[in-house]
Nanobody
């Protein structure tokens, strides 16, 4: 059973925007931290944004001011609004669900590809 399913990836030009969505199944993610990570070719996976069930957010320096994470607990979903995209934002973006207190990752999504052309 797929616990996290991403959507919204695609090909955009530099400077454009894109919104990713992640739908969660089950209740555990609703009460814990949701986040987005990305992995570019040949690079390690990088956590770019997280949001707790209460709405507290954190961002990687590389996306601060350009990306916004949000969630809708009623829909059990999280979103990543990406603005002013750069070619270096090109990566597979993964949704994840983790324990708010000890960081244990419960689930990863399968990923959605974002390609930013220059």
């Amino acid at each position: 059973q797929v616990q996290l399913e991403e959507s919204g990836g695609g090909l955009v030009q530099a400077g454009e925007s894109l919104r990713l969505s992640c739908a969660a199944a089950g209740s555990i993610c609703r009460f814990n931290t949701m986040g987005w990570a990305r992995q570019a070719p040949g690079k390690q996976r990088e956590l770019v944004a997280t949001i707790t069930s209460g709405g507290s957010t954190n961002y990687a320096d590389s996306v601060k001011g350009r990306f916004t994470i949000s969630r809708d607990n009623a829909k059990n979903a999280t979103y990543l609004q990406m603005r002013s995209l750069k070619p270096e934002d090109t990566a597979v973006y993964y949704c994840r669900c983790s324990n708010t207190y000890d960081g244990t990752v419960y689930y990863w999504g399968r990923g959605t590809l974002v390609t930013v052309s220059s």
